[in-house]
């Protein structure tokens, strides 16, 4: 079935560093692919999202390009800072689905000043 | 506009128990998902629901049902609680297909 694999965290980076997050799944057709985020304490927040191959996703500084060839959405920010500390989760839903998200286990992202 | 809201907030049963959360929808969306989150885990779906009634459900057990009302709405039940069913419990509404919005969670503990 479909899957969605995530880097092991946690990460931690210095103010200013440059993030990626790696992220791979597995699906058959053409699934829209997701990042959300998740602070201390709240829900899920949706980050970003691509919905068909070379899309490239941005919000608030983060990008992920949909790359089918190697079937990836990798999460990059040039300039990460303290209040980015958060759990991030990758997910996707199927071709032909009706809204079912299937998640990674999720990283965590700690920013140190 | 509230977004999605879930309640209780925090909750605490014992096992073998029967427990409702409830969940309302962001304002003009038709569509509720349910999701457990364990604790270190990512969310896994348990079940959609849209014009009252459920559209599509992920592996787990009849003992986890739910509703939607007309006004778009939603319960999640559990009956007869196990330990396991410890989790946060994240509702995500949205009008169509794919749920983008997603509740603040209830934190359910199971003794």
């Known amino acids: 079935g479909d899957s969605v694999t995530q880097m092991e965290g946690p990460v931690t980076l210095s103010e200013e560093a440059f993030l990626t997050i790696n992220c791979t799944y597995t699906?058959?057709?053409?699934?829209?692919l997701f990042w959300y985020v998740q602070y201390p304490g709240e829900g899920l927040q949706l980050l970003l999202k691509?919905?068909?191959?070379?899309d490239k996703g941005s919000n608030k500084g983060f990008e992920a390009t949909y790359r089918k060839e190697t079937t990836s959405f990798h999460l990059e920010k040039g300039s990460v800072q303290v209040s980015d500390s958060a759990v991030y989760f990758c997910?996707?839903?199927?071709?032909?689905?009706?809204?079912?998200?299937?998640f990674g286990q999720g990283t965590t992202l700690q920013v140190k000043p | 506009d509230a977004g999605v809201t879930q309640s209780p907030t925090h909750l605490i049963k014992t096992r073998g128990q029967q427990v409702t959360l409830r969940c309302s929808p962001k304002?003009?969306?038709?569509?509720v998902s349910w999701y457990q989150q364990a604790l270190g885990q990512g969310p896994q779906f348990i079940f959609q629901?849209?014009?009252?009634?459920?559209?599509q459900r992920g592996n787990f057990p009849d003992r986890f049902s739910g509703h939607q009302f007309p006004n778009y709405s939603s319960e999640l039940n559990v009956n007869a609680l196990l330990l396991g069913d410890s989790a946060l419990y994240l509702c995500?509404?949205?009008?169509?297909?794919?749920?983008?919005?997603f509740g603040p969670g209830t934190r359910l503990t199971v003794t």
């Open positions: 995500a509404s949205s009008l169509g297909d794919r749920p983008e919005y």
């Open positions: 699906a058959t057709g053409y699934p829209s």
């Open positions: 691509a919905t068909k191959a070379d």
């Open positions: 997910a996707l839903s199927g071709s032909g689905n009706t809204g079912k998200l299937i």
């Open positions: 304002s003009g969306h038709d569509t």
């Open positions: 629901y849209y014009e009252e009634e459920e559209r």
